[in-house]
């Protein structure tokens, strides 16, 4: 969208002119920092882009929302701050005005959704100490927000909004300034992440007034794509339901003066999905050694696909990193999803014969790919379906090794975009079988090297069936395996003879109880 095509609403109240009168005389920097633009030096060279990150996670809350709450209670008067303040936040914002609080002396009520991550709750309690109390309503910020407008009616304080705020806009676009003061060279787009608009809004607005030539792009999960919707239809719109993984941008519609801005000053809104933003987390870390939380790898998701579908432009690219409250028990789930949204993994399920010759075709069919992960438990006479993860530079070579399989007669079903087998059905690949007879159980280490699971599939012994393996490349040193081979009682001894010259660290599990109560038929 054009960011000048668009007519002026009869309620549009501000303008870039205003908002950057606004911006500069916010007092932002009595309480948060001029911080970092840094050039993301690992990810240009890779995608062959001049991108920098906006280091807003180096914030004192670790959150760019401490600037606007805090312009928009510094303004406040003494008969306003005597009332106190009430705010609904997903976590951000609220830990932004509980700062402000405690610095200002002033009493805030601040409302979270009960599905706001731990780590923000502790945080907003800290940071606000005897100044602040949380209540937990509701499962989104829309719920959260009628509570607290419940709360300030019964109260008369003032309510602090997280995002459709003159001041509240100004003390976020306070970040557009550092931007341009940081970087006077060619710049091509500043890539934005949006919730309810207030951060995108004023961005927007000083960089269109200052550098008109500068592309300004929002981007926005996927299942959480309010303002792009708004944008298209004309209107605000209303969500019915919002995704949480990106928790703080997790807004159900846009505000009245945040929309009027964006329909100005945005020039265009790109949508991500939960893998592309976990590969975004990735990538920030490579580059930086922090970990931002999935609102604040938006931005630089949203940038990658810019430059996949466009090209990386004739200039800088810059990422806002927009905060780093990450839940830590996150992070298991975004290692998982990180290499697909990259598209460097790949996810089959593929079918082959169940008789002997079968798996060895197998492996030679996956060639020199390593494998991420691989599942499987036997549960037909005739067919065995394994789950494999296979790790991938392009995504041309998951057509050709789908084409592979095919060419062995394997039955190949790709399942890399697939929400209930990545989510759900690779962790549930086993069970009690009754063809899984005289099945011996052992746990095997062996050193992660690329090719190294291939080699140890070779070396198993021809003769005898495997009736069960599972194994997830976790990227640690040594790599675990859990496996199931059918040996008769009369051949254990030639079994011991096979462990011991495999060469490899092994446990025998075939007594293990849970085994016996879960797998074993």
Not at 115 to 124: E, F, N, R, S
Not at 188 to 197: K, L, N, R, S, Y
Not at 429 to 453: C, H, N, Q, T, V
């Amino acid at each position: 969208m054009n960011a000048s095509a668009a007519a002026e609403p009869a309620d549009f109240t501000l303008t870039a002119a205003s908002v950057l009168r606004m911006a500069e005389s916010a007092r932002v920097y009595e309480v948060a920092h001029h911080t970092a633009l840094e050039q993301a030096s690992l990810l240009s060279a890779r995608i062959g882009a001049k991108i920098w990150l906006k280091r807003e996670d180096q914030q004192p809350v670790f959150s760019f929302k401490l600037r606007g709450a805090y312009n928009r209670m510094a303004q406040l008067s003494a008969a306003d701050r005597a009332r106190g303040v009430v705010a609904a936040s997903a976590g951000n914002h609220a830990q932004g005005v509980a700062l402000a609080a405690s610095r200002l002396g002033i009493r805030a009520t601040i409302v979270m959704p009960v599905t706001a991550p731990q780590v923000k709750i502790d945080a907003v309690r800290r940071f606000g100490g005897a100044f602040t109390e949380v209540v937990l309503s509701g499962d989104s910020y829309s719920e959260a927000q009628a509570e607290a407008m419940r709360l300030r009616e019964a109260s008369n304080a003032t309510f602090v909004h997280p995002f459709d705020d003159p001041d509240v806009i100004a003390g976020q676009a306070t970040i557009a300034l550092e931007i341009l003061a940081q970087h006077a060279g060619p710049l091509h787009a500043v890539f934005v992440p949006i919730g309810g608009g207030g951060l995108i809004a004023g961005v927007a607005a000083v960089i269109k007034a200052r550098r008109p030539d500068v592309r300004v792009i929002g981007v926005q999960a996927s299942d959480a794509d309010s303002m792009a919707q708004a944008l298209r239809a004309g209107t605000r719109i209303a969500l019915d339901e919002v995704g949480l993984f990106a928790d703080g941008t997790a807004v159900k519609q846009v505000g009245a003066l945040t929309f009027s801005l964006c329909r100005h000053y945005v020039d265009d809104v790109l949508r991500v999905d939960t893998d592309a933003i976990c590969a975004a987390i990735r990538d920030i870390y490579q580059d930086t050694r922090s970990v931002p939380e999935p609102s604040g790898a938006l931005a630089l998701a949203g940038l990658k696909h810019y430059v996949a579908m466009h090209g990386a432009g004739d200039g800088a690219l810059v990422a806002v990193v927009s905060g780093a409250n990450m839940n830590f028990d996150r992070l298991r789930f975004v290692a998982e999803r990180a290499e697909v949204g990259e598209q460097r993994e790949a996810v089959f399920a593929v079918t082959i014969p169940e008789q002997r010759g079968s798996f060895r075709r197998f492996c030679s069919a996956l060639g020199q790919h390593s494998i991420t992960e691989f599942n499987y438990r036997i549960g037909d006479a005739q067919a065995a379906h394994i789950f494999v993860g296979v790790q991938m530079a392009r995504r041309e070579e998951r057509e050709a090794l789908a084409a592979a399989f095919r060419a062995n007669d394997f039955g190949v079903l790709d399942l890399t975009d697939d929400e209930l087998a990545k989510l759900h059905l690779r962790h549930m690949i086993g069970g009690r079988s009754p063809l899984a007879r005289d099945e011996r159980l052992y746990r095997f280490d062996f050193p992660e090297r690329p090719g190294a699971l291939a080699r140890f599939l070779e070396r198993m012994h021809p003769d005898w069936n495997i009736s069960l393996f599972h194994y997830r490349n976790h990227g640690a040193d040594y790599g675990r395996i859990l496996v199931g081979i059918q040996v008769p009682p009369s051949e254990h001894a030639l079994l011991r003879h096979f462990l011991a010259t495999l060469g490899y660290p092994h446990v025998d599990e075939s007594d293990n109880p849970a085994y016996r109560l879960l797998l074993r038929a």
